[in-house]
């Protein structure tokens, strides 16, 4: 069975310093991965997604990027965080072979910036 | 750019009746999935539809491309069905599109 973590669970973080996000998919070869970002009260929106190692596609603009530097890994990054990027992140993956699949979401990690 | 509106945001139902919620697109989408939150914030899938309708237990949902809408009927509501439902489209590319959720409420 697949199974997807994300770390970490929580983190409170200064405006201005780093990030780094990290998710990893077990279980699933070569699968389509993709995150996710929700401010508070907002609605979930796509940023990223990758469908094969080193490829990544920006959704929206959000000061974030995102690498896959390998087939079952996803990160996403910036060096200097807004209060903006406070929110609810979400990994997400689905099988490769095309663009029609189901997504599978994982447990989401907590950023607080202050 | 892609829009889903969905409807009722909030939902009360008393025990052992039902509703539908719904989900309408701006432009013809490729499918639809239907996710209930679960306590820490993510998502549990519910359905997965690119056409036609499916059901689960006392869930059914539809999924209409071409009059570009979707639906998520309960029936026999119980008090554990009470949260937050939402819709998400995909578009002909990899781009999910999520509706704004529903909050259900299932009192006695």
């Known amino acids: 069975a697949q199974t997807i973590h994300q770390w970490p669970v929580a983190e409170i973080k200064a405006v201005g310093s780093p990030l780094s996000l990290g998710c990893t998919i077990k279980?699933?070869?070569?699968?389509?991965l993709y995150w996710y970002w929700q401010a508070t009260g907002g609605t979930l929106q796509q940023l990223f997604y990758?469908?094969?190692?080193?490829?990544v596609e920006s959704v929206v603009q959000l000061n974030l990027s995102a690498s896959r530097p390998k087939d079952d890994q996803f990160i996403l990054s910036t060096e200097k965080l807004l209060l903006s990027h406070s929110g609810f992140y979400l990994c997400?993956?689905?099988?490769?072979?095309?663009?029609?699949?189901?997504?599978?979401f994982g447990p989401g990690t907590r950023l607080t910036v202050l | 750019g892609d829009q889903v509106e969905q409807s009722p945001s909030a939902l009360s139902l008393h025990e052992g009746t039902g509703s539908a919620l719904r989900c309408n697109f701006t432009?013809?989408?490729?499918?639809v999935q239907w996710f209930r939150k679960n306590s820490r914030g993510s998502l549990i899938n519910l359905f997965y539809?690119?056409?036609g309708t499916k059901e689960n237990g006392r869930l059914k949902s539809a999924f209409d491309s071409k009059e570009r809408y979707s639906t998520l009927h309960i029936r026999d509501a119980q008090l554990e069905d009470s949260g937050t439902y939402f819709c998400?489209?995909?578009?002909?590319?990899?781009?999910?599109?999520f509706g704004t959720g529903t909050s259900l409420l299932v009192d006695p």
């Open positions: 997400a993956w689905s099988q490769t072979g095309g663009a029609r699949a189901e997504q599978f």
């Open positions: 279980g699933k070869s070569s699968p389509n």
């Open positions: 990758s469908i094969t190692v080193g490829q």
């Open positions: 432009t013809t989408m490729r499918a």
């Open positions: 539809l690119a056409s």
């Open positions: 998400a489209a995909e578009d002909m590319g990899y781009k999910l599109t």
